[in-house]
């Protein structure tokens, strides 16, 4: 029998992964907090579309409520539990799911953060595995609507990366590595850890910029100063990770050391950098997007600016490590998510850090 998968958190990356599950037979069931997506999705069903080179798909799958979850008692138990809610909604999802657990059920963070010890307090390490969804350029554009940015990767670039938290290879980590592949590439890694803090980098490079510029990320990268922050928040991110003893994988395609020497002035390593980064929002619909704390505001919600660039800061202050572009963005992104300022590019381009 098919293992009984939950999707808890319909909506980009849970809603785009989960109904390529659907599309290929598996047993899923999402649960959403969006009344109005979760009716979407009953009546019209969840209509995937791409900026260019994959035809639309719509599955119309099973869809809960957060007040119709306690069902799932008088049911068999779920085998799988993809947690793809926000990073401070992580304690009270796990907590609500975990009890609808079979024995040897798990919980998989398919999510931006480093979130998995927190699901581990409530589950236990032992039913943790982390995934992570790399340049996947995914939003949810309407209730029962989630649009791509792209089309398909393929081999040009491996989306999906599948680890558990010991490093070790196992069956259930590379079953669900087939289940996500469904949706486009993937990988089981045994350097969790080291992807993890990678995609840290990249999202505390473009999300909070994003925020509080209102920019797309074709627009930041064209913008210098814009750019050369960028990559100074990327660098103080790299080192704090190379401090803490991860084995970082490529960031945009590129060795994190460059990354990190061009945040750092080196002349040689940011004309590399440079290059690279407008050479690929260059490129057909590259870049043409907001990353997800972009869309967080302008949508109006809250952003995870704490479980981002906020955990950079925090995790360099418990090793002596400082990380000054990353804790003044954090303070910017909370100033215009409270209203005391408005996104706008001269909040980056007018900053002057020692």
């Known amino acids: 029998m098919k293992p009984r998968i939950a999707i808890f958190g319909a909506g980009a990356v849970g809603g785009y992964a989960g109904a390529h599950m659907v599309q ?17 999705i009953r009546k019209t069903g969840l209509k995937i579309t791409h900026l260019r080179d994959v035809p639309e798909l719509t599955v119309k799958p ?16 779920i085998d799988i539990a993809f947690m793809c809610m926000k990073s401070y909604d992580t304690a009270w999802a796990t907590t609500m799911i975990a009890q609808y657990l079979a024995p040897n059920g798990y919980v998989v ?27 996947i350029t995914v939003e949810l554009a309407e209730p029962g609507h989630v649009r791509r940015a792209a089309g398909k990767s393929g081999t040009s670039h491996t989306v999906f990366r599948v680890g558990e938290p010991h490093g070790r290879i196992s069956p ?16 089981t890694t045994s350097n969790l850890w080291g992807e993890r803090w ?5 999202n505390v490079m473009g999300n ?30 790299i080192r704090i990770g190379q401090a803490l003893g991860y084995d970082l994988e490529e960031v945009f395609h590129l060795d994190p050391e460059i990354i990190a020497r061009a945040g750092e002035g080196d002349a040689a390593a940011r004309q590399s950098y440079d290059e690279h ?14 990353p997800s704390m972009g869309q967080d505001m302008v949508k109006g919600r809250r952003t995870e600016i704490e479980y981002l660039n906020g955990f950079v800061v925090d995790k360099g202050a418990t090793i002596g490590i400082d990380a000054p572009a990353n804790a003044a963005l954090t303070d910017i992104v909370k100033r ?15 900053l002057r850090l020692n």
């Open 24 to 40: 290929a037979g598996e047993d899923v069931t999402f649960i959403d907090p969006w009344p109005e997506h979760v009716e979407a």
């Open 62 to 77: 099973r869809a809960l409520h957060l007040t119709e979850v306690q069902a799932l008692a008088k049911e068999k138990p």
């Open 109 to 135: 963070s398919l999510q931006n953060c480093i979130n998995e010890e927190e699901i581990a307090g409530i589950v236990g390490w032992g039913r943790v595995l982390g995934a992570i969804a790399s340049l």
């Open 172 to 187: 259930r980590a590379e079953h669900i590595t087939k289940l996500v592949g469904l949706t486009d590439s993937a990988l």
């Open 198 to 202: 990678s995609k840290l980098v990249a």
């Open 208 to 237: 909070g910029l994003s925020a509080c510029t209102g920019l797309t990320t074709r627009d930041m990268v064209a913008d210098d100063a814009i750019r050369g922050f960028a990559a100074r928040l990327g660098s103080e991110a």
């Open 277 to 290: 980064r407008l050479a690929e929002t260059s490129k057909g619909g590259g870049g043409a997007h907001r």
């Open 336 to 350: 215009v998510e409270r209203g005391d300022a408005k996104p706008s590019p001269e909040l980056i381009r007018g």
